[in-house]
RNA sequence: GGGCCUGUAGCUCAGCUGGUUAGAGCGCUACUCUGAUAAAGUAGAGGUCGGAUGUUCGAGUCAUCCCAGGCCCA
């Protein structure tokens, strides 16, 4: 026997509770029950968690991520998919690097190299377990359902093993190779920074001392000339090489100051005004840029030993890259201090010259600049340039410059020897790859293609501490080994195996460093490379190493690739996504998964991009803590991924309003009535809606047909029907990724129960025999909230099941504990019933416009009226409305309704084409038709219509439903309309019915004070009511339904007040409209 | 310069395969209902659907071009 459920209040205190259930789950294990409830099923559903950084705590745009991947695993789960529900964790590379420097203070890699590689590595270690162990708490608290004691950590000794066999595969296909590159580097720092890492936050607003300066020409026939050369980085010219023009510009040959120089044309003028040039700076001449190309010249600081092996490749090259916005049209070349000059500087065989070591120190040859950090010698630039005659102006110069991202000190440009993947080979396979998988949203695919079309070959090194390994042995001969497991170095160790081995073996700096091994071609010992591996790579192999590639092939074959990925996808088409698709296929020339589900990044509520600097960031703890994760977390599914997301506390009160609470108060209202009725599960004439086992094979409610005679009125219909198409819609939708359209369709049905539903059913609830009307309603509302809270499970895993476990775990023996342990609900097909929700719906429409005319003419729905006129669109309306006749009379509190199409006298008509018919039959003839109908008599064409007779319009014979009839207003009625229907009320009161509506005034006013006056629903009372002669008749008319409504055993109406009524407390007047007054009196009987 | 996305009400966004009068939430104003009340409902104002051209009987929706913004690449 069912006991009463738990009494819900309406007021809530939703965080509590969340906290309550998290508890409660914990005690009871239900997470760990839900991930073995498909154990023995067959059928598998793959996912690979893309690793989140164990570096920090989470923040809210965590949270969304997060979501997601909970939602669909449950979802999957729900269905009866076998999961493995394994979280990852980033745990290596810069990031952390550059966290653990900031804990400790450190300002630079000498300040590492001090303390102990060995050391910082394990600091970084620690780091990561520390956080790993934040995030995973974090991660429970939102709901988020995972095997958190089996993550995996890219810092693990698989993980990097298994890249060692990809890097090793990559290079028996030759793929692996040296390379030297200009790149951004931070002095600082002491290490080069990837694109990405530029792009994200790494630019600002930089003035720096611009010189304007000459190149002096020295070929036969320009002696005495010179180029005019800017430049805003003047520790660059002292690895000058060439100078490039645009060879389609003109350029100027000018005298100014005694000097005959080149510039390009169209600047003369602005160089005037920055006072580059004087104001009688004379044009002497002009030339094509093309003409210039080839001109040998003396660079700047050509008497720098450095300076040697490029003295005779001095010249003006050709570059169609050179613009004309700034400077002068001349671009100064060092190929060994920019990014763009070096590869013009290769396409032009220069010989590049790198003057900066690591900390951005000038190395040897270079004068008076050797040791001297390049941030630091431009004064000593401008004073060599200043002796030598060559300096013109030095400007103020602001542009947009990249920093470092984590120090702010400005980069430098820096040619570095670096290893790479050559991708010619691995491009198609990875083509074919992203055709295959699907993408959601869909464009997702073009710009993964879009970048991979342009990706130039990888560059996999970093020189840095604590990542992976490169397994690269370089030897002094030019050969160099590649390293693909852990064995194949033991065996190949010649020195410092047992030393490695003692340390724990873990393929980390600086324990890795001490194995040595003899090059393959020479046999001379060699050392592995220094630097340590790009964290893609970490990322990248996680569908290989997380699921034994290497350990269990087996296993692995069954989990890859994933059915699906998810992630934000901002940066990961060139980040995650990418490096899972090269790893799949050079490893397996296959996809990594299935599916990839994307998103967008998070904003503020106002739009602003969210970052910790500017403060509007939100930490995921304070979140939870102040609107509870319910709340985030539908937040988060009803919005579009593909587009960004603005959140905030403001949005996420929104949604509690508009959805939470209202859900929560259906709840909170059956529950207080049906315990009042002492109505249990063991009352409900529906089956079990609650899927008791993960196939949902015991769900009797699919395949249940509504009994004849058991009470289930036509809304019980109505809302079992929406309730099955949602249960439809929101499966397809999982199925499709459609993430909006399933949490839509939730609210609108929520909305539905409560404002149609609900509401419409409440006199059923309340009326006090226990009959099977009564029975029918609880059953519906029961099977509605059973359902929602599996149908919610994914989304709001706490509210879900809060509502569950009162309504079904505590109420029925053998149903599961948790609403996590039941299956997803199957549709009733048989239910859904399209005539019956289009009548409704309908009906919801019509009653709308009728309180809008109402509200128009000022009258209360107390007042009952006359007629309610409607007009609607199709056909079957017509029928339908005789259905919703009665629910239109009760909702508008009108006598009668009345179908417009009935009463041509009254209304008038406007006579429109039907274009839908017309179009496809008189093509262009429309217009004209469009013309006569306007010409002809209206109240002739919809008498015709009506009849179905044929219609003469000037030249054209119309069918009759070929014209569209619409009525106007007229007099004595109030209309609203909308989308084409419209609703009319008789605007006329009579006597009789103002009566009937003080009585319900009157109603109101007793029931107001009936619990003012602290009387329970069920208490019945004495009632006397006192008021001027003119009311009095009308409320005797109504005495009986006065008793009735406010449960009084008797009913005293006089125009004094009888004695009885001295001394009752309870007691308040009413004004009426009319100018009378009424007042009333009560005590409990 | 190339690729992808976006442009609909003051703000944030829906509008599926082209179809009569383009919707919601928020905000604002007014009102109503209140034994679900930390609610709910109704109305009002507010839109030449970024612009142009084309296809079509008919375009917010399809095509082409242009403009603006965002992201990626060069």
């Given amino acids: 026997m069912a006991s009463h459920f738990d009494s819900v209040d309406p007021k809530v205190d939703f965080v509590a509770k969340e906290e309550e259930i998290l508890k409660w789950w914990d005690d009871n294990d239900i997470p760990a029950r839900y991930r073995k409830l498909n154990d023995d099923k067959e059928k598998k559903y793959s996912f690979i968690d893309g690793p989140i950084t164990a570096n920090n705590a989470m923040g ?26 394994q979280n990852g964790f980033d745990g290596q590379g ?19 190299e001090a303390f102990g590689v060995g050391k910082f590595v394990e600091e970084c270690r620690k780091r990561v377990d520390r956080f790993a162990e934040r995030i995973s708490n974090q991660s429970q608290r939102l709901g988020y359902f995972m095997d958190w004691d089996n993550s995996y950590h890219t810092k693990s000794d698989e993980n990097n093993y298994t890249i060692w066999h990809f890097l090793k595969t ?6 692996i190779y040296k390379g030297r590159d200009v790149m951004p580097w931070c002095p600082r720092c002491g290490t080069g920074l990837s694109q990405h890492e530029i792009v994200t936050e790494g630019y600002q607003d930089i003035t720096h001392d611009s010189p304007y300066l000459k190149f002096p020409l020295i070929d036969d026939g320009h002696e005495g000339e010179n180029l005019l050369v800017w430049t805003t980085t003047p520790w660059t010219l002292a690895a000058n090489v060439a100078a490039a023009v645009n060879p389609e510009y003109t350029y100027a040959k000018v005298e100014d100051r005694g000097s005959v120089i080149y510039f390009s044309k169209s600047l003369l003028e602005s160089l005037k005004k920055d006072h580059v040039l004087t104001g009688e700076a004379k044009v002497l001449g002009e030339v094509k840029g093309s003409e210039l190309v080839g001109l040998r010249y003396k660079a700047p600081f050509d008497e720098l030993p450095a300076q040697d092996e490029v003295r005779d490749q001095h010249r003006v090259l050709s570059w169609d890259e050179v613009g004309e916005d700034e400077g002068t049209g001349i671009v100064h070349t060092a190929p060994g201090a920019g990014a763009e000059d070096f590869k013009l500087g290769n396409e032009n065989g220069l010989t590049p010259i790198a003057p900066l070591d690591q900390n951005g ?32 102006r030095v400007n103020k110069y602001t542009h947009r410059y990249p920093v470092c991202w984590r120090c702010s000190t400005e980069l430098v ?31 997702g695919k073009a710009r993964e293609l879009d970048w991979l079309k342009n990706m130039q070959d990888w560059m996999i090194s970093k020189k840095r501490y604590y990542g992976l390994a490169l397994p690269i042995y370089a030897c002094d001969c030019g050969n160099f080994d590649v390293i693909g497991s852990s064995e194949e170095l033991k065996e190949r160790a010649v020195e410092g195996w047992e030393e490695f081995e003692a340390a724990g073996a873990s393929p980390h700096r600086p324990w890795i460093d001490g194995v040595k091994i003899a090059c393959s071609d020479c046999g001379e010992t060699v050392s592995r490379i220094e630097d340590v591996g790009n964290a893609w790579l970490d990322a990248g192999i996680v569908p290989f190493s997380t699921i034994g590639y290497k350990s269990d092939p087996e296993y692995w074959k069954e989990w890859f690739p994933a059915d699906w990925i998810s992630e934000s996808f901002p940066g990961q088409f060139r980040n995650w996504f990418y490096s899972l698709i090269v790893m799949a296929a050079v490893l397996e020339d296959s996809m990594p998964a299935k599916n990839v589900f994307a998103y967008a990044l998070m904003r503020d509520e106002n739009g602003e991009e969210m970052h910790k600097s500017k403060g509007n960031a939100i930490w995921f703890e304070d979140a939870a803590e102040k609107m509870g994760v319910d709340v985030m977390r539908w937040t988060y599914s009803r919005h579009n991924p593909a587009s960004n997301l603005n959140f905030g506390y403001k949005t996420g009160d929104e949604v509690r309003r508009q959805f939470i609470i209202p859900l929560w108060n259906i709840y909170s209202f059956f529950t207080t009535y049906a315990n009042l009725d002492d109505w249990t ?4 004439v529906i089956p079990s809606s609650f899927g008791f086992t993960p196939d949902g094979e015991q769900n009797g409610f699919e395949s249940w047909t509504m009994p004849e005679g058991e009470g289930f009125s036509e809304l019980d219909r109505w809302i079992l029907s929406e309730l099955n198409q949602l249960t439809q819609k929101m499966t397809d939708n999982l199925e499709s990724w459609q993430l909006p359209y399933a949490a839509g369709g939730v609210e609108q049905f929520v909305e539905d129960l409560s404002n149609w539903y609900v509401r419409r059913s409440r006199r059923r609830f309340w009326k006090t025999e226990g009959d099977k009307d009564k029975n029918a309603a609880y059953s519906t509302l029961y099977t509605c909230l059973t359902t929602l809270s599996r149908l919610l499970a994914p989304f709001t895993p706490f509210f879900a099941d809060i509502m569950y476990r009162n309504l079904v775990a505590e109420r029925i023996d053998d149903a599961p504990d948790s609403v996590h342990l039941t299956s997803w609900p199957k549709a009733n097909a048989s239910l859904v019933d399209e005539d019956v929700m289009n009548q409704t719906r309908l009906a919801i429409r019509l009653a709308s416009l009728g309180r809008s005319a109402r509200a128009q003419s000022r009258l209360k729905v107390r007042q009952p009226l006359g007629e309610f006129v409607a007009e609607v669109r199709h056909d079957w309306e017509h029928f339908a409305l005789a259905k919703i006749e009665n629910v239109l009379k009760e909702e508008l509190n009108v006598k009668s309704v009345i179908d417009a199409s009935e009463m041509g006298g009254l209304l008038g008509f406007e006579i429109k084409p039907n274009l839908r018919v017309l179009g496809p039959k008189y093509g262009k003839q429309i217009d004209e038709i469009r013309n006569a109908i306007q010409a002809a008599d209206a109240n002739e064409i919809a008498r015709a219509s009506e009849a179905g007779e044929t219609i003469s319009i000037g030249s054209f014979e119309l069918e009759a439903d070929e014209v569209l009839i619409e009525r106007v207003a007229l007099e004595n009625y109030a209309v ?12 006329v009161v009579s006597d009789e019915l103002k009566a009937e509506g003080t009585a319900r005034e009157v109603v109101r006013v007793i029931q107001n004070l009936r619990k003012s006056s602290g009387l329970k629903i069920s208490d019945r009372i004495n009632l006397w009511i006192s008021c001027s002669d003119d009311v009095t008749g009308a409320l005797m008319t109504h005495a009986d339904y006065i008793a009735e409504e ?16 001295q001394g009752v407390a309870a007691s308040e007047s009413l004004d009426l409209d009319d100018g009378n007054k009424v007042t009333v009196n009560l005590e409990k009987a």
């Fill in 681 to 684: 599960p063991d009352d409900c």
């Fill in 170 to 175: 990559c290079a028996d296909k030759g793929w």
């Fill in 413 to 443: 440009f820096r040619l570095v020897d670096e290893w790479f993947i050559n991708m010619d080979e691995i491009r198609p396979k990875m083509q074919k790859a992203t055709n295959e998988m699907n993408w959601y949203p869909e464009f």
């Fill in 976 to 987: 609203a309309t909308d989308a084409g229907y419209a609703g009319a009320v008789l605007t």
């Fill in 60 to 85: 809210v745009h965590h949270a969304w991520g997060r979501t997601y991947k909970d939602l669909f695993l449950r979802f999957r789960n729900m269905q009866g998919y076998k999961q493995r529900f």
């Fill in 1046 to 1061: 406010t449960l009084a055993d008797n009913v005293d109406i006089g125009a004094v007040l009888s004695d009885d009524a």
């Fill in 361 to 392: 120190i000038y190395k040897e040859g270079f004068g008076e600049f050797t040791g001297k950090s390049a941030a630091d010698v431009k004064d000593m630039v401008f004073e060599s340039l200043k002796e030598k005659d060559l300096l013109v």
């Fill in 94 to 112: 810069l990031w952390i690097e550059v966290e653990v420097e900031k804990e400790m203070g450190f300002k630079s890699k000498r300040d590492i």
